[in-house]
Nanobody
Framework: QLQLVESGGGLVQPGGSLRLSCAAS????????IGWFRQAPGKERKGVSC????????NYADSVKGRFTISRDNAKNTVYLQMNSLKPEDTAIYYC???????????????WGQGTQVTVSS
């Protein structure tokens, strides 16, 4: 059974960068599309980015386009989210999850990790 674990969160100043990792175990990652999501306090969980099984297709929320980059290393069973030019509004708990294909619908994703906190503040 696929299990995902996020890491790489932390406190960063506005304009800074972080790289999140989503490490898989229990199953090979290359049979799953992987999405990154975030949830700020009092708000619903929203999609940030998604990468297809092969890595050939990626998509991003408008709010992060040009600043975030998703990538995957199937040999390492890991998906990354490089976050640059971070803003205070990027503050949230970031989660990764798996699906057969990327989708706009959160409910199709499963095997949610525990999340990693990202705080952007001066």
């Amino acid at each position: 059974q696929l299990q995902l674990v996020e890491s790489g969160g932390g406190l960063v100043q506005p304009g800074g960068s972080l790289r999140l990792s989503c490490a898989a175990s229990g199953s090979t990652l290359d049979v799953h599309a992987i999405g990154w999501f975030r949830q700020a306090p009092g708000k619903e969980r929203k999609g940030v980015s998604c990468i297809s099984r092969s890595g050939g297709i990626t998509n991003y929320a408008d709010s992060v386009k040009g600043r975030f980059t998703i990538s995957r290393d199937n040999a390492k069973n890991t998906v990354y989210l490089q976050m640059n030019s971070l803003k205070p509004e990027d503050t949230a708990i970031y989660y990764c999850a798996a699906a057969p294909d990327c989708s706009d619908y959160v409910f199709v994703f499963a095997s949610w990790g525990q999340g990693t906190q990202v705080t952007v503040s001066s």
